[in-house]
């Protein structure tokens, strides 16, 4: 179990508890669950990367306390 924050640039700073063999659609339907927002209108970054739905978490070597950008669609 790892803990990833993903941090939506307005001051909102959400911790999820995941597996890295959760895929990001996964991941995202965590992260939805808990702000209230459908996963579809989701966007996860790092740096200048935009995560696919398809691949898993430590496919994309995201470990625990790693810090995500959340933006909406």
């Known amino acids: 179990m ?16 995941c597996l890295p063999d959760d895929t990001i659609g996964d991941f995202k339907k965590l992260v939805a669950s808990q702000i209230g927002t459908a996963p579809e209108k989701i966007v996860l970054k790092k740096q200048y990367t935009t995560f696919k739905d398809h691949i898993t978490l430590a496919d994309y070597e995201i470990h625990n306390g790693m810090s995500l950008e959340l933006y909406y669609a």
């Open 2 to 17: 790892i803990e990833v924050i993903c941090n939506d640039r307005l001051g909102k700073k959400i911790r999820v508890k």
